[in-house]
């Protein structure tokens, strides 16, 4: 089974760039989730989704920060404009559904923002 | 609203002795989950061991072990006979039992094993 992809991989902006993040989530899994790791720190959920809705998008940084899952399959996080507390990975997560099932990561993407 | 402390930024071991990682964690709810994930350097974070807050026992997994103090509000991960793909980020983390998937993470430990 394949897990959840990420691209790219690594990314470096300037700050006032746009940048956007692609996730493929485990396929059949309705749940998806973005999460922002800072150096240092844990992971911080950003947004939930649940086929193409949101569940929890309570802190995502609306002003710069948005995401789509169109189809209910992939998504994309993008950040416009990019500031430099943004550089961190950027975590996409996926699971059968809400509620009592296990989230299964992907590699992440690393971004610098200079 | 719920946190999760770690208070050890890293450890170390030597190969095939018993390592514990301490979390505790401050929640009002009697219903919540709690989980220990492993990260090793650039790739995924893997689930290691959860733990249902109404089971007494403590969760097993293989080699890990959780040492669940629910009125303590303790919840440590003990690694025995540890091996050299055991070094990894380690992030003890929460979740509400109340129609919620949303978890809250410590911001974890750093365990190097030496051989």
């Known amino acids: 089974e394949a897990g959840v992809a990420q691209s790219p991989r690594y990314k470096i902006i300037e700050k006032r760039q746009s940048v956007a993040f692609w996730c493929n989530p485990i396929?059949?899994?309705?749940?998806l989730y973005w999460y922002q790791q800072i150096l240092g720190q844990g992971p911080k959920l950003l947004i939930q989704?649940?086929?193409?809705?949101?569940?929890?998008d309570s802190q995502l940084p609306k002003d710069r920060f948005s995401a789509e899952r169109l189809k209910g399959v992939d998504s994309t996080l993008k950040i416009q404009p990019a500031k430099l507390e943004d550089s961190a990975v950027y975590l996409c997560?996926?699971?059968?559904?809400?509620?009592?099932?296990?989230?299964?990561f992907g590699p992440g993407t690393r971004l610098t923002v200079t | 609203a719920q946190t999760v402390t770690q208070s050890q930024p890293e450890m170390s071991v030597q190969e095939a002795e018993t390592v514990t990682l301490s979390c505790t964690y401050d929640?009002?709810?009697?219903?919540?989950?709690l989980f220990w994930y492993k990260q090793p350097p650039s790739r995924q974070m893997i689930l290691v061991i959860r733990q249902e807050a109404y089971k007494q026992q403590n969760a097993t997994e293989n080699r890990f072990s959780v040492n669940f103090q629910k009125a303590a509000k303790s919840f440590s991960l003990k690694i025995s006979d540890s091996q050299l793909g055991d070094a990894a980020m380690y992030f003890c983390a929460y979740r509400s039992g109340y129609n919620t998937d949303k978890l809250i993470f410590g911001t974890g430990t750093r365990l190097q094993v030496f051989p």
């Open positions: 396929s059949g899994h309705a749940t």
């Open positions: 997560a996926s699971s059968l559904g809400i509620t009592g099932y296990e989230q299964y």
């Open positions: 929640t009002s709810e009697s219903d919540y989950y």
């Open positions: 989704f649940q086929n193409n809705g949101v569940v929890d």
